[in-house]
């Protein structure tokens, strides 16, 4: 009876240990949206983030709890010297309604198991993954460079700081997009190559937002995808406060419908 008294206690020790490795943080919030000419709605949002560890591996489970407890994601990640393995244990379940969104036709299986092997060479680092792409990276004279080597889709991307901007330039597969990111007296001002203009700057202890975002054109449909529809360009406005109770709330006015939405949201 002793042994066994001595072995439970062993036990419960040996799971609090393992509790202590396991962290939890989350975030909810509550949106009315009066929507313009159309009917007001109110959403709701809460997910929690579940991490636990094990000396080098990492499981992670996120989970959205605004209506039933439904999983979002599993990853599992480890590493064994200079090996790194990634194991995606979640299948999305796809909308596949053609609603101008540009969903997935059919449902695909997403899971995955990703091997990884990096090596540094000089001040590069090479990584070789199991579906054949070849990954080289550094940072040379402040300029960090990525380029991904895969069959047919070679993807480059450069990211620098100059002259007090940030700069991100990529090319994906000959397509190529940018953003530059500066601060001017106080105000955060970013660019990007789809005529996208933000400004934020805060505001007698709020922080005011705006944003202009361009004209998107249709995207056709695929073999794989649904047509996206067209989109007019618009700006959008948003008023944001922290609130001694922890919360956020912000205030965001849109001209693409004429809608004001409210939402209270916190972080933990």
């Known amino acids: 009876m002793k042994k066994l008294i001595a072995l439970f206690a062993v036990t419960t020790l040996a799971s609090t240990g393992a509790l202590a490795s396991v962290a939890l943080s989350g975030s909810a919030s509550v949106t009315y949206d009066d929507n313009g000419s159309g009917a007001a709605a109110t959403s709701y949002d809460a997910d929690l983030s579940i991490v636990g560890t094990g000396g080098g591996t990492t499981l992670t489970v996120g989970l959205d709890v605004d209506a039933d407890a439904t999983i979002t994601g599993v990853d599992l990640a480890t590493t064994i010297g200079p090996v790194t393995i990634a194991a995606d244990m979640f299948n999305t379940d796809e909308s596949n309604v053609d609603d101008g969104d540009g969903d ?58 100059i002259a007090g901007m940030d700069l991100t330039i990529t090319n994906d597969a000959g397509s190529s997009t940018w953003s530059i990111g500066t601060t001017v007296s106080g105000v955060d001002l970013t660019l990007d190559s789809e005529n996208d203009v933000t400004a934020a700057f805060g505001l007698a202890g709020n922080t005011l937002t705006v944003t202009h975002v361009g004209s998107r054109a249709e995207v056709a449909e695929t073999a794989t995808h649904y047509s996206t529809s067209a989109v007019a360009a618009y700006t959008t406005a948003a008023i944001s406060r922290d609130l001694t109770s922890g919360a956020t709330l912000t205030a965001t006015y849109s001209s693409l419908d004429d809608s004001l939405t409210l939402k209270a949201a916190v972080t933990f």
Do not use: M, W, Y
């Open 104 to 161: 997935l036709i059919t449902d695909t299986d997403d899971r995955s198991v990703t091997v990884s092997l990096d090596v540094p060479i000089g001040d590069a680092t090479v990584g070789l993954k199991d579906n054949g792409d070849v990954v080289i990276s550094g940072t040379f004279s402040g300029v960090t460079i990525t380029h991904t080597i895969q069959d047919g889709d070679d993807e480059t991307a450069a990211t620098a700081s």
